[in-house]
Each structure stands twice: as C-alpha cells, then as structure tokens.
C-alpha cells in the first residue's frame, strides 16, 4: 500500500509520495512505469494538498446505493446513471468548499474515488479492475435546491470547489468493502460499506470507458451511501473511508 498526493512547491504543482511525515517529489505521475523518487523532499506538515490527481475529467455515478436513492425519491437505477464534473471545480483537503450565492441549500455527499492508471475503451470488467490505479476519498457537493429544480445535473454539481479529492491516493487497497462515512463538525452524518453498491467499482469503469476513453489520472466518483444533507458557513466537513484516510474541507460564504 503506497500514498501519493500533489503538492503545491516553489516549482509548482507536483506529485509526491508520501512516506511517513515527509513527502518526496516525483519526475512523472505515480502511474507512469518509468515515474522516479528525486531527491526532493518537503514536510507533510504546513503543505498545500492539491487533488492527488490532475483529472482530464471527473465522472460521478448517481444513486448507486438503494437506501440513497430512496432517500432521493428515485428508482434504483437499471444501468449505471452517471454525469460530469469539471476539472475546475477539484479541492484539494484543507481548502475550502465555496458556497455560491445561487443556492441556500449545499449538501455534502461522501464518496469513494477510483483514480484510473491506464487509458481505457470498451474494457471488460476484468481489464477494469486491473486499469484502477488507486483510490481516494471524494466529497460530491451538490447544489440540491438547484438540481431539484433542473432536470440536469450539471450547474448544481460543478461549482468551483465541488469536487473535494483527498487527502492522497492510495494504491493497493480493493474498494470492494469499505466502510465510508461522513462527520460535520465530528458529528456522523453518513455511515455506509462500499459493498451496498448497486454497481461495484468494476463494473463502473468498465461501463463508463464503453462510453468515453477514460486517460490515466481520471477520477470516477463511485455514489454516496444515505445521509446527505447540508452545509452551512463555518462547518467542517470529513469523509473518512477504511484504509484510506480522512479528507477535511472547512465551508465558507463568500
């Protein structure tokens, strides 16, 4: 099991591999056969996390626990429902989730990201499996009282700071059974295993790559267990998965 984050340094964005408290830069990103350990090194203490991975595109999966999607008043969906994100809106841990002035209702809904290692079309479930290079905690936020009122997904789930990634990917961990939950302010709001999926990790990427090629260092945001509900100024927000780690992200107005 290997950590690997991106970190801000005096030579801009980097990849990292994380051992212990001290982070080591990187001369290519982690997935990359040929990718080394320079010299380099910097403390994790007082350093600026970025999205452990600069995605070509983020593709999340909607209602893909039960007790989720009645929550939502939807049917458990027959193929995997899924839609988009924008590079723009990744966040790293520790930064802050933005509350735009469009919407009084923000919802936090707690993840488990799969980073993909590999350039992907029309696999099979198999060559899925194998293409998940790590995987990460992920914080869905959502303008609900937008989507409620829009039939796409799009505006209420793309706002700059929505895409919470963090605080690193890890390698070698199956995403198979996790127990993934959510604290604002310590309290536990969500608290689910990733194996109530309707759709397993797999079966996700395999589906979305009939679609579109996913390139090395997407993300796929797999669905969120039941218990979503809002955000407000000043709140701190965790979404702690088994064997990962806990990604925190303050909220704030502006």
Not at 7 to 17: D, F, L, R
Request: proline fraction near 7%; charge should be neutral.
């Amino acid at each position: 099991m290997t950590r690997y984050v991106r970190a801000e340094t005096m030579a801009g964005p980097k990849y990292c591999q994380l051992e212990g408290e001290t982070l080591w830069v990187l001369d290519a990103a982690p997935w990359w056969s040929g990718a080394r350990r320079t010299e380099v090194s910097l403390p994790l203490k007082g350093a600026k996390l970025l999205s452990p991975s600069d995605a070509s595109k983020i593709v999340c999966v909607g209602q893909n626990y039960r007790k989720h999607a009645a929550e939502m008043g939807k049917p458990v969906p027959e193929e995997p429902l899924i839609f988009m994100k924008p590079p723009s809106a990744l966040n790293g841990a520790g930064s802050d989730i933005v509350l735009p002035p469009e919407s009084q209702e923000v919802h936090y809904e707690a993840e488990l990201a799969l980073i993909i290692g590999e350039r992907l079309t029309r696999v099979n479930d198999t060559e899925a499996a194998r293409a998940i290079f790590a995987v990460s905690c992920f914080n869905d936020v959502t303008a609900r009282d937008i989507q409620k009122r829009e039939i796409q997904h799009t505006r209420a789930k793309s706002y700059d700071t929505f895409a919470c990634c963090g605080p690193w990917m890890v390698t070698g961990v199956a995403p198979y059974d996790l127990q993934i939950q959510c604290r604002v302010n310590g309290q536990t709001r969500q608290d689910g295993r990733t194996s109530d999926m309707i759709f397993p990790a797999a079966r996700l990427v395999s589906f979305i790559s009939s679609i579109m090629t996913l390139n090395p260092g997407d993300i796929i945001s797999t669905g969120t267990p039941s218990g979503v509900g809002a955000l407000k100024a000043g709140d701190i927000v965790e979404v702690e998965i088994e064997g990962v780690g806990v990604l925190t992200n303050p909220v704030v107005r502006r």
